[in-house]
């Protein structure tokens, strides 16, 4: 098994070996594109991202600037969005399902390093993969670490450092991130907690 299928199979791996470091160079060079667009190339950031990403919806969209690992360890589903400066560590599987609204400065990090100095100087770390569910909204600043999944519906608050599992249907917020409560069919009533809607057209 060489260092890339250890890598997929979240075993210890080195991330330099067996052409990983060569893959993450192929990666940097298509961030760097979207990246470095002009104003009026914008419309080209769908076409980036579906050549980057392993599998995509039809309409995605994220606010330059964005970086990541591999690209190709990352599916997100229809009607993806994320704000500026969005940090994916993909070395762990990253599974983003649809209608998923991301805030800005957002880390996804499934990738990390043992805790013992001895073995994190040996050079290995490790990635777990992340799930997000659907139409679930990530606030400004919200750390995934390795391993998590987002239920569907979810909602992370601002600041939120996520270590373990959030159920679906649910607002959660702090660091570690709990569950604040549930989200209910009377929260559909308002745009901002007790601010209801003027309109219907939603």
Known sequence: MDQKERMLRGLPYKAWLDGLEEEREACKAAVYELNQLRPEERDRIPEILK???GKTGENVWIEPPFH???????????NFFANYGLTVLDVGKVTIGDNVQIAPNVLISTA???IHPVSRNSGYEYGLPITI???????GGVILLPGVTIGDNAVIGAGSVVTKDIPADVIAVGNPCRVLRRITEEDRRYYYKDKPFDVEDY
């Open 51 to 53: 050549k980057l990403f």
């Open 112 to 114: 990390g390093h043992p």
């Open 133 to 139: 569910g659907d139409n679930v909204w990530l606030g």
């Open 68 to 78: 990541c690992d591999y690209g190709w360890n990352i599916e997100v589903g229809e």
